[in-house]
C-alpha cells in the first residue's frame, strides 16, 4: 500500500516562510520522481516543482528563486522550503510521486496560506 503523508502547512505571512514535508511508504523511493503541485478552488492543479530519481530539479517560473525542493533518500522523504512567500502562493500543496503512468501516487495534500 503507497502512502504519500504531507505536512508542515499553514498560515504565515507574506515574506515568511515554511517547509514541506513529504514522507513515503510503499515504494521504492529512490526510482522515482517527486513532484510538489498545488490547487487553488476552481483552477487545475499545476506543478511547482520536481526532482528526478537522479537528483535533476525544474521549478514553476512563479516560484524559482523563493522555492527549494530536496530528497533524502534514505528517509523516503522529499522537502519544499518555501522562502519569501506571497499571498498567491496560498493552496493546497500535494505531494507526487511518479515512476510511470501506472506508478504515480498522490498525497492528500496540506494546505499552505499566506496572509496578514
Known amino acids: 500500500q503507497v502512502q504519500l503523508v504531507e505536512s508542515g502547512g499553514g498560515l504565515v505571512q507574506p515574506g515568511g516562510s515554511l517547509r514541506l514535508s513529504c514522507a513515503a511508504s510503499?515504494?521504492?523511493?529512490?526510482?522515482?520522481?517527486m513532484g510538489w503541485y498545488r490547487q487553488v478552488p476552481g483552477n487545475e492543479r499545476e506543478l511547482v516543482a520536481i526532482?528526478?530519481?537522479?537528483?535533476?530539479?525544474n521549478y514553476a517560473d512563479s516560484v524559482k528563486g523563493r522555492f527549494t525542493i530536496s530528497r533524502d533518500n534514505p528517509k523516503d522523504t522529499v522537502y519544499l522550503q518555501m522562502n519569501s512567500l506571497k499571498s498567491e502562493d496560498t493552496a493546497v500543496y500535494y505531494c507526487?510521486?511518479?515512476?510511470?503512468?501506472?506508478?504515480?501516487?498522490w498525497g492528500q495534500g496540506t494546505q499552505v496560506t499566506v496572509s496578514s
Open positions: 507526487n510521486a511518479k515512476l510511470s503512468s501506472s506508478r504515480n501516487f
Open positions: 510503499g515504494i521504492i523511493f529512490k526510482l522515482y520522481a
Open positions: 526532482i528526478t530519481s537522479g537528483g535533476s530539479v
